[in-house]
């Protein structure tokens, strides 16, 4: 049994690097932000302002993702979702963040031209990257007192800003045999259901 969440910055790759990870392994994939962003364009509104709405309580569309989160960590196997909660409510995976400069971070953006991001060019893209951060830390600490970006929740922690997402896979994959050779190819996660093959704490626990 193994589920990799993703975590990270706004724009450092965190779905193209679930979306690499899960072709690669032959696992399915779910991004938590893609919907997040549906749900966003579906009301006629930017991300940041459904993160803003989701706040002030205008409106709730953490409820949804929540539970489809906490369903999928108890009724799938085998499979990469990116989220920014997807490590809390699926508490047995293997927890990775992903962090990128934050220009870097911009400048991908506004080359992305998604128009939920809403960027005119890269300082404007930093600028709304740092409202969006805002946004999130204030409704994940008022909602589930906690601050997601905190890097210590995590069992790994990978930097993008100058390694292309087949390097990054490829270092979750090494931490992956890693961890099989520690354990004999045997997995137990913190549920306490065990895997074979498969599974990965670069922290050793």
Not at 79 to 96: A, N, T
Request: proline content about 2%.
């Amino acid at each position: 049994m193994t589920i990799i969440t993703l975590m990270g910055t706004p724009g450092s790759g965190k779905s193209t690097l679930g979306k690499l990870l899960a072709q690669q392994l032959g696992f399915k994939h779910y991004s938590m932000g893609d919907l997040q962003r549906r749900i966003a364009t579906q009301h006629g509104w930017t991300i940041n302002e459904l993160m803003a709405k989701n706040v002030s309580g205008a409106f709730d569309s953490d409820t949804e993702t929540d539970e489809l989160q906490t369903r999928l960590g108890k009724e799938e196997d085998d499979f990469v979702i990116d989220g920014r909660l997807s490590w809390h409510f699926i508490p047995h995976s293997f927890k990775v963040f992903l962090d990128c400069e934050e220009r870097e971070r911009a400048r991908r953006l506004v080359e992305r031209g998604s128009a939920s991001d809403n960027a005119a060019d890269i300082d404007d893209a930093m600028r709304l990257n740092a409202e969006r951060l805002a946004h999130e830390k204030k409704n994940f600490l008022q909602k589930y007192g906690l601050d997601p970006y905190d890097k210590r929740h995590y069992d790994l922690v990978l930097d993008s800003t100058h390694t292309p997402p087949e390097e990054l896979a490829r270092q979750v994959r090494d931490a992956l045999q890693r961890r099989i050779r520690r354990d004999n190819g045997k997995f137990i996660n913190n549920s306490g259901a065990q895997g074979y093959g498969k599974g990965v704490d670069t922290h050793g626990r």
